[in-house]
């Protein structure tokens, strides 16, 4: 793959692409806001707003693939690409951190004062008199009605055990690109989205078998909305990484990468580890504790 000079910088054309994304956004969010209102229309709106957005995904991303493969990216583009993945992923950081102090808001803040704890006495009396402050709960008058919760060595255990090896995949993966072994560097990222996808499908099953079984549903109290919450985001940024991480396979088999230009795939693999160490938090203070 040719590199461009240290001392040029590419200045990118101007385009259209983010505005395409925006309306194809716009769609899916005002298909949805159809569809919680009860219109039929609502998911057909959704779909065409995710179509248009995964099209322009594919347009932008494969320009910006070609601009890379022909060589126009300098070192400092590519110190640009780093900069640019690193506060995208603190942003995620930040995503989630916010659904964790939901979390932790309802179950050491919020559920003990409705329960009378410290000056939720008079609360507790007067609107929810013999609310226990116990958790997991579907808050005060049983909303949604009885359920069980999932228990942390089923499914979950098991997925925690396919994202912890998932993580050490993508690792030998990075090995081998670094030692320009290109069979091996798109076997093991072959067995990276395997295990990846994986992970989504027992996931879903595990929502089924919790919806369906448990009674475990989004009108299940503060319980089952930040259960669904924190997991359906996780399954979803998964779902994203282990289409990221396919992209990098096939790219990887075409010989796009080399020992000392990949920085695609090392954005992938941050990605990656970013989404394992999110679930190493659901495990332990959804599943777990």
Same mark, same amino acid.
């Given at each position: 793959m040719s590199h461009a000079s240290h001392d040029h910088y590419y200045v990118p054309h101007g385009t259209n692409w983010p505005i395409i994304g925006t309306i194809g956004l716009t769609t899916l969010f005002v298909g949805f806001s159809i569809y919680l209102n009860g219109s039929g229309i609502g998911p057909w709106i959704m779909l065409a707003g995710v179509a248009i957005f995964l099209y322009m995904l594919y347009r932008w991303f494969g320009e910006v693939i070609d601009e890379s493969l022909s060589g126009k990216y300098s070192d400092q583009v590519d110190t640009s690409f780093r900069m640019g993945m690193g506060w995208f992923i603190f942003s995620e950081v930040m995503f989630f951190a916010a659904f964790f102090g939901a979390l932790f808001y309802a179950r050491v803040l919020s559920i003990p004062w409705l329960g009378g704890e410290g000056d939720g006495v008079m609360t507790n009396a007067v609107l929810w008199s013999g609310f226990e402050a116990a958790w997991p709960t579907n808050g005060p008058g049983e909303v949604g009605g009885a359920f069980n919760i999932v228990g942390a060595w089923g499914i979950p255990a098991i997925?925690?055990?396919?994202?912890?090896?998932?993580?050490?995949?993508?690792?030998?993966?990075?090995?081998?690109?670094?030692?320009?072994?290109?069979?091996?560097?798109?076997?093991? =990222?072959?067995? @990276?989205?395997?295990?990846?996808? +994986?992970? *989504?499908?027992?996931?879903?099953?595990?929502?089924? $078998?919790?919806?369906?079984?448990?009674?475990?549903?989004?009108?299940?109290?503060?319980y089952g909305?930040?259960?669904?919450?924190?997991?359906?985001?996780?399954? =979803?940024?998964? @779902?994203?990484?282990?289409?990221? +991480?396919? *992209?990098?396979?096939?790219?990887?088999?075409?010989? $796009?990468?080399?020992?000392?230009n990949h920085f695609a795939f090392e954005a992938a693999a941050w990605y990656w580890h970013f989404v394992d160490v999110v679930w190493l938090g659901l495990f332990i203070f959804v599943y777990w504790l």
């Open positions: 997925n925690t055990l396919i994202l912890l090896t998932s993580g050490v995949t993508v690792t030998f993966a990075h090995w081998a690109l670094k030692q320009n072994n290109q069979s091996k560097t798109t076997l093991w =990222l072959a067995a @990276t989205v395997a295990l990846g996808f +994986l992970f *989504v499908g027992l996931q879903a099953y595990e929502y089924q $078998h919790a919806w369906v079984d448990l009674n475990l549903t989004l009108g299940s109290g503060i909305s930040t259960f669904y919450m924190l997991t359906g985001f996780h399954g =979803l940024h998964v @779902t994203i990484g282990a289409i990221m +991480l396919l *992209v990098m396979m096939f790219r990887s088999a075409k010989g $796009h990468f080399s020992p000392h």
